[in-house]
């Protein structure tokens, strides 16, 4: 493997959100430790489906998942399978349905839950939650900062060479509460608060780290469907590649390329999407 690299995606936070709300990600854009581009999520913008367009590198037209009650074992190759195929060694702290998708499915609550599989061909460290029972007066969701604490001890007792990271908070605040209101803004700061002191110390174990979103969100909490405020969210990329001119707007079906192509995993053939880093 080239490099090492975490992928963090903090579910459903629209482009003005991660611009407004996140003072540490924006400070380092400020003193050019980070750089941000708009990325655009596909159709559907849904949840699931945005999971296996971004480690697949392609449609969910393509991929089959139309939606978060279509959820099934992927056929397509993928950056889990493609790190393995180059002898790196993967983990995930995620929610089931990258198991699910990437893994086994059905998901079993205790075989999979947290699983740890050298010769896996896929995720060799997993550690997984379900958020079963989640609503608008319940969210479910665990503490974000036990979550990152998670993925740091996994690079520390496994040297991950790809790790994914991804969280609901956010998205189920923004169905709970909508995006212009005081309860979302604090759930953003707490988010950039919590997140802060982690991306220093990937770095400085030699990680590349993006963080970005699945999809936005609009006025009324809602996405899936077609539009700005829930397709469009942002990327800001940790690391020295060089990367498109500021006002580019990325493809979600970049990043699987992008993400192979800095480790030095293979690009499968159905990733026919350009790399956005150089």
Known sequence: MDRKLLLIILDGVPWRNFR???????GWVDSGEARVWKLRAGLPSTSASCYASIHTGVTPQEHGCTGNGNVFRLSHK????????????????????????????PF?????????????????????HTMT??????????????LFATLTNMCLRFGLDYGLLHTSTLDSMGHRFFHDCEEMDHACFVMDEMLAPFIPRWRQLGYEVIVTADHGQDERGHH?????????TALYYFGDAEGPEADT??????????????????????????PFLK
Not at 85 to 98: L, R
């Open 108 to 128: 079993d609550y205790v075989r999979d839950v947290e699983y740890d599989e050298p010769d896996s061909k896929t995720i060799n460290h997993g550690r997984f």
């Open 133 to 146: 029972g989640y609503g608008k007066t319940n969210q479910m969701t665990p503490c974000d900062v036990d």
């Open 224 to 232: 899936g469907g077609r539009g700005a405020l829930q397709q469009e």
């Open 249 to 274: 707007a990325i493809d979600q079906l970049q990043l699987a390329p992008t993400i192979l192509d800095r480790t030095g995993a293979p690009v499968a053939a159905t990733m026919t999407a350009q």
């Open 78 to 105: 993928d950056v889990f399978s493609q790190v393995r195929e180059a002898g790196g060694v993967t983990g995930a702290v995620a929610h089931s349905f990258w198991s699910q998708f990437f893994n086994r499915h």
């Open 20 to 26: 407004r709300l996140f003072g540490n990600l924006e």
